[in-house]
């Protein structure tokens, strides 16, 4: 049954992923559309494909099986992103009620809306590349009628453009190319920057927490990041805001046109702890950010 039920899986996901010619012809069908009262997730991948209306544009009551095709869209692998949806997110979130019965603990959600992934220390963690840490939220100043009045700006589910722009920054002084000669983040410009965000979280943040388990889930997401949203390990650094900040597709990007490898989903998140691991970044490693070199344009 199980193996019957893999094969139902991956041909369901089969030619989901487009040419770059297809893809162009879709994004026209779906503009980028973003609403101040929409609900979205700390993932970038999922708020790229409600605000080009993938998912649900206001973010809510998506199905699994919504939430499936969209993913397949952008090349993710079939089975294992079936099996964490069907068996961790639906499972996860699925709200138990005062008097039910004692197996709803052990139902799946019909619906989730995406903020509901903001949910601290369930999958959203602390040191995310382009988040701050929950317990430490920036502060903006706002006035009115004579009156000033600081209140928290951040949220998981709000990329922060401080932090998206120093990965844009990062990636144009590390001189690294594509085949193409476009400047780009590659791996270890990744695990450099998340090695730094971990160091900044320990020292701000008193309720910081990244064990074994967010570790991998942070390796995961790197995964997702240098090979779903960036191709083979590296990422362009003229899509890091539009992708990152912006949470739009930009023009010239287009998904991978086979779904990503089983093998290489399973193996590069290992990859990836291990280098964020044996990255020598810290703290001091961003004075080199204070001054770019003036033969760089932003």
Known sequence: MLLIQVIQIELRAAGATKTPEEWQALLKQHPYQRRPTDARSPCPMLNLLANHGFLPRDGREITKDALFDALMLVGAPPTITYSFLTTVVYRMYHQVQPNDSFWANFQAADTIDLDQLATHNLIEHDVSLTR????????????NNNTTTTVSSSSPSSPQPALVRRIHQWSLQQLKTDAGGQL???????????????????????????GLLYQFSSSTECALLMDILGRDGILRADHIE?????????????PRD????????????????????KSSANLQSLESLVKPPSSISL
Not at 132 to 143: I, K, N
Not at 258 to 277: F, M, N
Request: hydrophobic share 35%; net charge negative.
């Open 184 to 210: 780009v983040m590659d791996l270890q410009a990744e695990h450099d920057l998340r090695k730094i965000r971990w160091y900044e979280s320990v020292a701000s943040n008193p309720k910081s927490h990244l």
């Open 132 to 143: 701050y840490d929950s317990e430490v939220a920036p502060l903006s100043t706002s006035s």
């Open 242 to 254: 539009s992708l990152l900040l912006d949470e739009r597709f930009p023009e010239d990007w287009y």
């Open 258 to 277: 086979k779904a990503y490898p089983a093998l290489q989903a399973l193996s590069r998140p290992l990859k990836c702890w291990y280098g964020i691991r």
